[in-house]
């Protein structure tokens, strides 16, 4: 048997994880199922409008941001990027409420599952409510891979799993072997109210960065093969795993869409632009000069192949539209690490969560 390279999940610290939610003492009837378009509203297809009444929180109102996300503190001194509201073409978002999220939602779980971008909008989550009630009490715990922020006063906990490929990734006598065939790392997922997957960034990393060393995939063992289809086995074995394991009654199910990066100015119609630094304000319109990535489809056709209700965040066009959100220079590695595939907060990832907010309710 291998151990775990991703992380080695010891007997008890999967107690204590599934000891947090048993706790919370969600009820069974408590799940809501929601179309990727809510009612006959596309949430998706829009437009960014300066608004005046954004931000829903002021980066100062959430001291627990990362570094990397913490574009104000680390220099940035331009706002607008800020301010900008997504805005359906045929219907209005509801503004999130972050103390009406915690009253509608007292004893329940959501986790996050996935990489950075996953990291991404778990903070944006946790500032959009703490912000909303700043003198309630919580607690940020950490076993292992998952991190819980509860709301103590409201019995509400917001979890990530850092799990970036999904499947399962062991450490075996000839090295790390990414399973495309193997979730186990699955049992964490088990019992929570709302669980929001993710993944793609990591699936074409090659080098030192690669956490990988072999692919398994249909019993034999191989060095490498297409990325693009690696992906799309991976998403039918977690499909495989909603279907298998997913009680609709009791947990809702929804998988972000292809967050974007912005490194090439060709993209969006501005040639000379190598980066996302020095970019202010996003594309106007509603569409994307370097059109959608090819992993969305990959995503939404693995994701009409499994049974149970799972609804797309589909961010990828209206984040594509954000070339002025990224972190730039302005994140963990400044100036030497250009990062354009980040997302400032407050930012864009405020937006994916009032759209999931507006799903939820």
């Not at 989550?125 to 715990?141: F, Q």
């Not at 020095?278 to 509603?286: A, F, M, N, V």
Request: hydrophobic content about 35%; overall charge positive.
């Amino acid at each position: 048997m291998g151990s775990w390279v991703r992380t080695s999940l010891s007997f008890t610290a999967i107690a204590l994880l599934h000891l947090l939610v048993l706790v919370s003492g969600r009820k069974a009837n408590g799940a809501r199922r929601r179309s990727e378009t809510s009612g006959t509203c596309d949430f998706f297809n829009g437009r960014w409008v300066l608004d005046e009444a954004y931000p829903l929180y002021h980066p100062s109102t959430c001291p627990f941001i990362e570094r990397e996300f913490s574009c104000e503190k680390n220099g940035r001194a331009d706002q607008d990027y800020t301010k900008y509201r997504w805005q359906p073409n045929d219907c209005n978002l509801q503004r999130f409420d972050g103390k009406a999220f915690l009253e509608k939602f007292r004893g329940k779980s959501f986790m996050f599952v996935g990489d950075s971008l996953s990291r991404n909008q778990w903070q944006s989550l946790t500032c959009l409510l703490h912000s909303a009630v700043p003198t309630a009490k919580y607690n940020v715990t950490r076993v292992e891979d998952v991190s819980n922020f509860e709301f103590a006063d409201y019995g509400v906990k917001v979890m990530l799993d850092r799990n970036v490929y999904l499947v399962d990734t062991v450490r075996e006598k000839i090295g790390r072997v990414l399973k495309l065939d193997s979730i186990e790392g699955g049992k964490l997922w088990k019992g929570i109210d709302t669980l929001i997957f993710n993944t793609w960034h990591w699936w074409n990393r090659r080098g030192p960065s690669q956490p990988w060393d072999f692919i398994e995939v249909g019993g034999k063992i191989i060095k490498d093969m297409d990325r693009m289809l690696a992906f799309e086995k991976a998403l039918t074995t977690w499909g495989q795993w909603v279907d298998t394991n997913v009680d609709p009654a009791k947990t809702e199910v929804f998988f972000q869409g292809i967050s974007p990066s912005h490194y090439n100015g060709t993209d969006w119609g501005e040639p000379k632009a190598r980066t996302c630094e020095g970019q202010k304000e996003p594309l106007l319109g509603s569409t994307y000069p370097g059109g959608l990535p090819p992993a969305l489809g990959v995503l939404k056709n693995a994701l009409s192949k499994i049974t149970k209700p799972v609804t797309l965040l589909d961010i990828t066009n209206l984040s594509l539209l954000r070339k002025d959100g990224h972190p730039s220079i302005y994140g963990l590695g400044g100036r030497t690490g250009m990062d354009c595939s980040h997302w400032c907060l407050c930012g864009v990832p405020d937006t994916w969560n009032e759209i999931l907010y507006n799903f939820l309710l």
